[in-house]
């Protein structure tokens, strides 16, 4: 009977063993699965090869190995349609699955980024975004629908800053007045 008793401890010590490596074995598959999440958006700023996205590729690199939230700032990168384009596909594609949180977006100064990639990169920034920069971007009217959908979906935005444009004065009174529904959000048109 004791014997018994000692195999059966053996073998439920044994599967526990099993058991615990497995479990480790797949936290650390998550862990890399989830590290991995964030590099289509640091390739893409790598394949895009100009000083600004290069160091911000390295930043983001670091910055998301070890943190979830971080902050998008590629002021005067000299992006133009396409460059806007493949960044947007690659928010899209890590902000799939809500595993990461942009605070701060800025493309600021890159005024060849045209309407439509304002367009496309509006669309795909994330709903939680707290910042949004598209400063001297060479922006016309046409531009306005983007930022106006994109400030209606956002829950958190708290700056909006989207002057030295072209905007007419009743689309600035338009993304102004888009900016009601979010609680002490400065807008600066």
């Not at 009977?1 to 479990?23: D, E, H, K, P, Y």
């Not at 893409?44 to 902050?71: C, E, F, H, W």
């Not at 935005?157 to 888009?178: A, G, P, Q, T, Y």
Request: proline share 2%.
């Amino acid at each position: 009977m004791q014997r018994r008793n000692v195999i059966l401890s053996g073998v439920c010590f044994a599967t526990a063993s099993w058991l615990a490596i497995q479990n480790r074995i797949l936290a650390s598959s998550q862990e890399a699965i989830g590290n991995d999440l964030y590099r289509p958006l640091v390739d893409v700023l790598m394949q895009i090869n100009n000083p600004v996205t290069k160091r911000v590729a390295g930043l983001l690199d670091y910055r998301l190995s070890k943190s979830n939230s971080y902050n998008l700032h590629l002021r005067s990168a000299s992006l133009n349609t396409a460059d806007a384009g493949l960044i947007a596909e690659a928010l899209s594609k890590i902000h799939d699955n809500h595993h990461f949180k942009l605070m701060s977006f800025s493309m600021s100064y890159n005024p060849d980024i045209g309407n439509l990639g304002v367009g496309k990169i509006l669309n795909a920034l994330p709903d939680n975004t707290t910042e949004l920069g598209l400063v001297g971007c060479n922006l016309g009217d046409n531009a306005s629908s983007h930022i106006v959908a994109f400030i209606q979906r956002s829950k958190t935005l708290r700056m909006v800053c989207v002057e030295d444009n072209h905007f007419s004065s009743s689309v600035k009174m338009l993304i102004r007045r888009s900016t009601k529904h979010l609680s002490g959000c400065v807008t600066i048109v």
